[in-house]
């Protein structure tokens, strides 16, 4: 039987908001063709597009660990779906130096284990003030992973990504 955050997680996913960032191709789940089957929950794997940089893909895969998904702020990595693993570092997307993009995907805080965003939850326990400092991005329990996922697509997509 589901679990009471799995329920909400695919009632998200099931969401027009969703599937609208899904038809025109921010986001989505990896076919089966890529990925037989999801891991177990509260792991999830969804893909996230990425503007067009020389070697770089044009979409790169987060696994997310959604434990008390709403109640608790999903964390989670770049994915390498051949390999199962955490996306090694010459494969993550990098930003410009002192660029937000460069920041949020940092590989020297956590070893790259977790985003450095107030909406990642290893990142918001151990950075208290931003609760302060970043209200408008402190994760809460009417936030969706629409909300987590319209935070990495636009990095993803801004100027400041500058690809491998």
Request: no cysteine; proline share 8%.
């Amino acid at each position: 039987m589901d679990k009471p955050d799995q329920r909400l997680f695919e009632a998200d996913l099931a969401s027009a908001q969703f599937r609208a960032g899904a038809q025109k191709g921010y986001w989505g789940l990896p076919g089966t063709d890529l990925l037989p089957e999801q891991p177990a929950w509260p792991l999830r794997i969804l893909w996230v597009a990425a503007a067009p940089r020389s070697e770089a893909p044009n979409r790169f895969y987060l696994q997310l660990d959604l434990a008390d998904y709403r109640t608790a702020s999903p964390t989670g990595t770049f994915w390498d779906l051949k390999t199962g693993t955490m996306l090694e570092a010459a494969k993550r997307p990098k930003g410009r130096n002192g660029s937000r993009v460069a920041k949020v995907f940092r590989m020297d805080w956590e070893e790259g284990k977790a985003f450095y965003h107030p909406y990642d939850r290893v990142a918001a326990k151990g950075h208290p003030k931003w609760a302060t400092e970043q209200p408008s991005l402190i994760w809460d329990s009417n936030h969706t992973i629409v909300d987590y996922l319209e935070e990495i697509h636009p990095l993803l997509n801004s100027g400041d990504y500058i690809g491998l």
